[in-house]
C-alpha cells in the first residue's frame, strides 16, 4: 500500500526560469495555457553573460512579472553579485535595467571558455538508464544541442538490463547518422555502477562525463565540466543541479532536502588544502557533487578500479557509487572542481513514496561510502572520531547547514528515513560486498559452461 504525501498546505507550484541579464529581460507568464499547471511563484536562474549569480524567487502576477520588476527584485537580492561581475568585465556598474547588459558582444569573462573551445579535450558523455526510453530520447536532444565541438565527443548509452529493446531502437531510428556519434552499449547485469564501469570501458575521451536520464543539459554543460581539467591536478569535477520545475509538495520537498542555499562560487577540494570554511572535510562528500552531473578523467579513474560495484542503485547499499568515486580520487592525490556554471535541470520526483525511498538510500549511501573509505585508509579513523560530534551536529541540528533550508512543512518523517539509512549504511555496504560477490562467482560459473 503507498503512503499518501502529507498536507502542505504552505504548498505553491513553482516554475524555474532562465535570466541572462546580458539581454532584456523577460516578463514572466503564470502559464496554465491549454489546461497547464498555473504558477504562482518563479524560481528564477540569474545569469550575466551565462555565469550563474545565484538565483531569486519571485510572485506571479496574473498578467506575469514585467520585466522593470523583476530587474527591480534582482538589484535588490542579487545587486552585489551583478556589480562584481561588471566591474570585473570593465562595465561600468549600474543598477539592473530591464535592457540589460548588452555593451559587450565578447566579455573579457569569456575569454578563457573561447580559448578552451578553440582546441578542446576528446570527451565521452555517458547516460545509463534503465527501461526509460522516452526521458533518455529528451536527453539527448539537449545532449546535442551543447556548445561544444562534434568532432570532439561522443554519446555512450548504457542499457542497463531494460525489459525490451525500445531504446536500442530508438536511438537507431532517431539518432543515428548525427555529427556526434550516438551509440547504446548493453549491459545485462543490472545496477548503476556496473552500468557505468560499462560506459568507462567502452568510451574512447580522455575525459568522461555522466549525465542521468531523467535531466536537461544546458548548452555549455560539457565545456564548464570539461574546462577545469585543463589543471593536470584535477581529477574530478562536478555542477549544479536544478529542478525543472516544482508543480508538486514532493518536489518541493526534494529541494529543501539539499538544505543549505545553493553555492554559486567555484569550490576546488584538494586534500593536500583542506577548505578553510569546511571542517567536517572530506566527511561531507554531498558536497563534491552527484552522478547525475559529474566528469572524471578516464585512465585515474580505471587505474583506481572504476565504481564500487558494491554501491549504488540496484544494490543492497541502495546508493553512494558516485560520491564514493569521487571520494576516491579525491583521497588518491586528485582534485575535485566544483563548478555552478554546469548546470543540469532535473526531474524531481512527484511521488511520495520514491521519495520517502530515496532519502533512506540517501543515508545508507552516505554512511555505505565512509566505511569503503575507512577500509581503504585506516588513517582517517581517527580524523573521522575528532570530527564526529560535530557531524552528528551537522545531520541533527535545526540550524546546520543541511538543514536550515528546509520547509516549515518539511516531513519529520524523511528526517528518520534519512537516520534510518545512515544506521544501516554500515551493514549493508558488508552485506552488499557479499552479494556482489556472490553474483561474480555465478557469472564466472556462467562463462565457464559457455
Not at 504558477?39 to 506575469?64: I, W
Not at 561544444?148 to 525500445?166: F, I, K, L
Not at 511521488?351 to 530515496?358: K, M, Q, S, T, V
Amino acid at each position: 500500500m503507498s503512503r499518501p504525501a502529507p498536507a502542505s498546505p504552505e504548498f505553491v507550484p513553482v516554475r524555474m526560469d532562465d535570466v541572462d541579464l546580458a539581454a532584456p529581460l523577460p516578463r514572466l507568464r503564470r502559464g496554465g495555457e491549454e489546461g497547464g499547471t498555473v504558477f504562482d511563484r518563479s524560481l528564477c536562474l540569474v545569469r550575466l553573460h551565462g555565469t550563474p549569480l545565484g538565483t531569486v524567487e519571485a510572485d506571479l502576477p496574473a498578467d506575469g512579472l514585467a520585466p522593470a520588476d523583476l530587474a527591480r527584485q534582482i538589484e535588490a537580492e542579487l545587486g552585489t553579485e551583478v556589480a562584481r561581475h561588471l566591474r570585473e568585465d570593465g562595465i561600468e556598474e549600474r543598477a539592473v535595467d530591464p535592457a540589460g547588459f548588452g555593451e559587450l558582444a565578447d566579455p573579457p569573462c569569456r575569454a578563457s571558455r573561447r580559448a578552451f573551445l578553440a582546441d578542446p579535450p576528446p570527451v565521452s558523455v555517458l547516460i545509463c538508464t534503465r527501461d526509460r526510453t522516452d526521458s533518455v530520447r529528451t536527453t539527448l536532444n539537449s545532449l546535442l544541442a551543447c556548445d561544444y565541438p562534434a568532432s570532439r565527443y561522443e554519446v555512450v548509452v548504457v542499457d542497463n538490463a531494460s525489459a525490451d529493446e525500445s531504446l536500442a531502437a530508438m536511438v537507431a531510428a532517431e539518432f543515428s547518422g548525427r555529427e556526434v556519434p550516438v551509440r547504446v552499449e548493453p549491459e545485462p547485469e543490472p545496477g548503476l555502477s556496473h552500468a557505468r564501469n560499462k560506459g568507462v570501458a567502452t568510451s574512447a575521451g580522455d575525459l568522461v562525463l555522466f549525465a542521468d536520464d531523467d535531466v536537461l543539459l544546458d548548452r555549455e554543460w560539457i565545456a564548464a565540466l570539461a574546462e577545469p581539467f585543463a589543471d593536470p591536478g584535477v581529477g574530478a569535477t562536478s555542477g549544479m543541479t536544478l529542478p525543472d520545475v516544482l508543480e508538486t509538495p514532493t518536489q518541493r520537498w526534494v529541494e529543501g532536502f539539499g538544505g543549505r542555499a545553493r553555492v554559486f562560487d567555484k569550490r576546488v577540494f584538494d586534500l593536500a588544502a583542506p577548505p578553510a570554511d569546511r571542517p567536517l572535510f572530506p566527511f561531507t562528500i554531498g558536497e563534491f557533487g552527484a552522478g547525475r552531473n559529474m566528469a572524471f578523467r578516464r585512465a585515474p579513474l580505471l587505474e583506481l578500479g572504476g565504481f564500487d560495484v558494491a554501491l549504488g542503485p540496484g544494490t543492497i547499499a541502495h546508493d553512494g557509487d558516485d560520491v564514493e568515486a569521487l571520494l576516491r580520487v579525491l583521497l588518491a592525490g586528485w582534485k575535485i572542481v566544483h563548478d555552478p556554471a554546469a548546470i543540469v535541470w532535473h526531474a524531481h520526483p512527484r511521488d511520495y513514496e520514491e521519495l520517502e525511498d530515496r532519502v533512506f538510500g540517501y543515508g545508507a549511501g552516505l554512511t555505505a561510502t565512509l566505511t569503503r573509505a575507512l577500509l581503504d585508509h585506516p588513517a582517517l579513523v581517527g580524523d573521522l572520531l575528532r570530527k564526529l560530534p560535530r557531524g552528528v551536529s551537522f545531520a541533527l541540528a535545526s540550524d546546520s547547514d543541511k538543514n536550515a533550508g528546509r520547509q516549515g512543512d518539511f516531513p519529520r518523517r524523511l528526517v528518520w528515513r534519512e537516520l534510518g539509512g545512515i544506521a544501516y549504511g554500515p551493514a549493508a555496504y558488508a552485506r552488499s560486498r557479499f552479494d556482489q560477490r556472490r553474483r561474480a562467482r555465478r557469472r564466472a560459473a556462467r562463462e565457464v559452461v559457455r
